[in-house]
């Protein structure tokens, strides 16, 4: 049992960590090939791969990422993260910060099912240049 909640933080942590280094690759290997992530914002369940085509454009447009005051909770069968995502537009260099929380169920040491909780109008300001 604590040998299975050492690997699920390992690779929670590591998930993160991609993201923060736009390694959009790792990220997406974090995931089951079936993976289910939901959002609050839209209550739509979304696949690995459009996960993947939506930070890449986070990436693109965010520098600086930092998944500050991470708080992580690890218990049998997945994962609980609080956190603030923090970064710097490119396009105006304007301080964006998202305060988010994400819950993950974990089998087999990949992410089968992430439901992911923020106020919308912190992303707005994340998306403030995104069609320009």
Same mark, same amino acid.
Request: glycine fraction near 6%; hydrophobic fraction near 45%.
């Given at each position: 049992?604590?040998?299975?909640?050492?690997?699920? $933080?390992?690779?929670? +942590? $590591?998930?993160?960590?991609?993201?923060?280094?736009?390694?959009?690759?790792?990220?997406?290997?974090?995931?089951?090939?079936?993976?289910?992530?939901?959002?609050? +914002?839209?209550?739509?369940?979304?696949?690995?791969?459009?996960?993947?085509?939506?930070?890449?454009?986070?990436?693109?447009?965010?520098?600086?990422?930092?998944?500050?005051?991470?708080?992580? +909770?690890?218990?049998?069968?997945g994962f609980v993260q609080q956190h603030v995502l923090k970064g710097r537009r490119t396009h105006d260099?304007?301080?964006? $910060?998202?305060?988010?929380?994400?819950?993950?169920?974990?089998?087999?040491?990949?992410?089968?099912?992430?439901?992911?909780?923020?106020?919308?109008?912190?992303?707005?300001?994340? $998306?403030?240049?995104?069609?320009?």
């Open positions: 049992m604590m040998a299975e909640m050492d690997d699920i $933080r390992t690779m929670a +942590t $590591r998930f993160f960590d991609a993201i923060e280094e736009g390694d959009i690759a790792a990220m997406k290997n974090s995931f089951a090939a079936d993976a289910e992530i939901w959002h609050n +914002t839209d209550e739509l369940v979304g696949t690995p791969e459009q996960t993947a085509a939506v930070l890449t454009g986070m990436v693109a447009r965010i520098k600086d990422r930092e998944y500050a005051e991470r708080r992580l +909770t690890v218990f049998p069968g260099d304007g301080a964006v $910060r998202l305060p988010c929380a994400i819950i993950c169920k974990v089998e087999n040491g990949k992410i089968t099912r992430l439901d992911e909780y923020f106020d919308s109008a912190h992303v707005a300001e994340f $998306r403030k240049f995104a069609n320009a």
